[in-house]
């Protein structure tokens, strides 16, 4: 059974929306775009492609998919980490609009999406399947305890605003850390795996 990963952007202040541009995601009126773009450097650039050597099959939400599908099919370059992986390697898209994707080896999940990840952690025989952004997909994942791993790739910046990975009114759950790195632009990369339920206690005096 394969292991199903997150691996993401997020600001400081927890938000994941829009990293790439402007334009990528505006939904809410969000007008910070691009905030990755200043910090990106050689070491992120190098575990990205760590990230991408280890994928079997890719699970995206439908925005993700839609981003990814306009750019990377652009990329022919069969020595590119992540379209050679991209282009070519089964792509399952969660929606329930899209019913022709173009993007060759991709499949739509529709339905009992939980279920059928399930299905899909299964059927994967080599490598991870991997979900990149995606973020309301991501949510719903982790409520069901479906991901084993999550790449946060943490940037210096605080925006104050947008789409948070973690939002308000999710299952309070422990992680325990297997991986960190820093870069030179002062990108902090944190590797989690879940833990179970979060615990709590106290520092007061025990009488």
Do not use: C
Request: aromatic content about 10%; charged content about 20%; proline content about 6%.
């Amino acid at each position: 059974m394969a292991k199903l990963t997150l691996t993401t952007f997020v600001s400081l202040d927890g938000v994941m929306q829009g990293p790439g541009g402007p334009d990528e995601d505006t939904t809410g009126g969000f007008e910070y775009g691009g905030w990755t773009v200043p910090f990106a450097d050689e070491g992120m650039g190098a575990f990205v492609s760590e990230v991408f050597d280890r994928s079997g099959a890719y699970l995206l939400g439908r925005r993700t998919y839609d981003i990814f599908s306009s750019y990377w099919p652009l990329v022919t370059d069969p020595q590119d980490p992540i379209a050679a992986r991209l282009n070519t390697l089964p792509k399952h898209v969660v929606s329930r609009t899209l019913t022709d994707p173009e993007w060759e080896n991709t499949t739509v999940v529709a339905g009992d999406v939980p279920a059928e990840v399930a299905r899909l952690k299964e059927r994967t025989a080599e490598g991870e399947l991997q979900i990149h952004g995606s973020g309301t997909l991501a949510q719903s994942l982790l409520a069901h305890d479906l991901i084993d791993e999550v790449n946060l790739i943490v940037h210096p910046v605080y925006l104050g605003g947008g789409r948070r990975l973690f939002a308000d009114g999710g299952q309070p759950t422990a992680f325990e850390l297997t991986g960190a790195r820093t870069t030179g632009s002062g990108i902090a990369i944190h590797t989690y795996r879940p833990a179970g339920r979060a615990r709590f206690g106290t520092f007061e005096p025990q009488g």
